[in-house]
């Protein structure tokens, strides 16, 4: 009996081979983007709490862009998996073509957002209150950091459906390197350009701007020119641009069932950044101290991050290749996997809480603070890894309208109320605020376990 669970639960080596193979890669490169994200932010922490405020502010606004860009690559991306595992090169070669144009798209309407109303989007996030600091100068800093690193967005939209497409078609390890090319690039010019070393300007927080914006050009360039270069072993690419023309009952399909992933991602994006504004109105230490448990917290999300998007493309394969117990079997196991990893990376995380505030030049308040916020994320991973796993598991099957209501209706409907009224309305510490706001997410593993249980994801959506 014991043999039969451990089987049911517990792959064998052959199985966890081929996971890693798909997922390390992944780990690498989302890591070290993650990593050098984090002595990016380290490095702007050294000039003082109103440039790193600033700069985190700005920063939710791209998140936003940047999710949503992924969610547009991912409402097509279903149908890639899929389509490879029917060995359809033409369907992989329509369903990049519509990432693509999805892409140019949301980064015009971005492009128009953020320089008509960057302003206004700042000073949302700038409220007085504890020890705090200076509005105008973090305003100031956030609308110079603003106008530079909008020149990014055009390259990392273009690298996004590059990448993801060569993921979902087999090729995990050139977008791993070409992100840990990137951000090396990006490493350099932060402290050539935020300190002014060896004879270049000291810019502060701009110059972080600028070693952005180059090293997604330079990510950009490496993932187009090699796809290129390697057009045979990647047939999607051939013509792919001979023709934006995307078959009709493919594009209905896609809108169907991939756009409200599109449309979830944006609503659970600007649902985050929401959510920090309501924690902002407690000060601008608040802000602050959210940046640094962010900044850490994400390097170590990664194992979640990745995991979930493992799930998508072995069993959106195995789907697509009509193998439904094969898939409910490797997600069970896979959903088993990521978890008890979250387990040991949420327990080095909660280790260094109290140390890695430290590293920033800023008050003992923010330090403190930063801390706690640590803490909370380290204990609340293993629960954040399963609600991923689950998400990524009814995405794969196409069931995207559930994930919609999984995730960002969920969001808006019980996540934002419950910290507006409480960092509003009561006197609760932000730390209290905050730990409530995390843990309200079990309701939504309850939910997803449900969901997967009952296996209304197992279904070929490209036959």
């Known amino acids: ?84 595992g029917q060995k359809s090169h033409e369907g992989v070669r329509n369903t990049f073509r519509f990432k693509f144009i999805i892409c140019i798209i949301m980064t015009v309407i971005a492009i128009a957002v953020l320089f008509t109303a960057g302003d206004g989007l700042i000073m949302l996030y700038l409220h007085e209150g504890s020890q705090g600091g200076d509005i105008a100068r973090t305003l100031e800093y956030g609308r110079e950091y603003l106008r530079v690193i909008i020149f990014g967005i055009v390259p990392y939209a273009v690298s996004q459906a590059y990448a993801s497409t060569l993921r979902e078609t087999g090729e995990t390890v050139l977008p ?6 990137a951000v090396m690039v990006n490493l350099l010019g932060n402290f050539l350009l935020i300190f002014g070393k060896f004879g270049f300007p000291a810019l502060g927080a701009v110059g972080a701007a600028v070693a952005t914006d180059i090293a997604r050009i330079v990510e950009c360039l490496i993932l187009v020119f090699w796809t290129y270069r390697h057009r045979k072993e990647h047939p999607f690419i051939q013509g792919a641009f001979r023709s934006l023309t995307i078959p009709r009952d493919l594009t209905v399909n896609i809108v169907k069932k991939g756009i409200p992933i599109m449309l979830n991602e944006i609503a659970w994006s600007t649902g985050q950044a929401f959510l920090l504004q309501c924690y902002s109105v407690r000060g601008l230490s608040v802000v602050a101290a959210l940046n640094i448990s962010s900044t850490v917290s994400n390097l170590f999300n990664v194992v979640f991050l990745s995991m979930g998007s493992a799930i998508a493309i072995i069993v959106g394969q195995l789907l697509g290749a009509g193998k439904m117990e094969e898939a409910r079997d490797t997600d069970r196991k896979l959903l088993v996997f990521t978890v008890s990893t979250c387990l040991v990376f949420g327990s080095l995380l909660a280790a260094i809480s109290p140390f890695f505030p430290m590293i920033y030049n800023t008050s003992g308040e923010v330090q403190a ?46 996540d934002i109320p419950l910290a507006y009224v409480l960092a509003h309305f009561t006197g609760l510490n932000i730390v209290l605020v905050y730990l409530c706001c995390q843990l309200i997410e079990t309701l939504k593993c309850i939910l997803g376990y449900v969901l997967v249980k009952k296996g209304i994801w197992l279904q070929n959506i490209v036959d």
């Open 176 to 181: 791993m390197k070409a992100g840990i090319i």
């Open 369 to 414: 603070l930063a801390a706690r916020f640590i803490l909370i994320a380290a204990g609340c991973m293993p629960l954040y890894a399963f609600m991923h796993g689950c998400y990524f598991t009814l995405r794969s099957g196409g069931k995207t309208w559930i994930t919609v209501l999984f995730d960002s209706v969920y969001v808006w409907l019980a």
């Open 1 to 84: 009996m014991e043999k039969s669970v451990w089987r049911k639960y517990i792959g064998d080596k052959a199985f966890y081979r081929m996971v890693l193979l798909i997922v390390v890669p992944i780990i690498i490169q989302n890591g070290i983007t993650n990593f050098v994200n984090m002595l990016d932010n380290i490095m702007v922490g050294q000039v003082g709490t109103e440039q790193m405020s600033g700069v985190a502010i700005v920063n939710q606004f791209m998140a936003v862009f940047n999710i949503c860009i992924f969610g547009g690559v991912s409402s097509a991306g279903i149908f890639t998996a899929q389509y490879y």
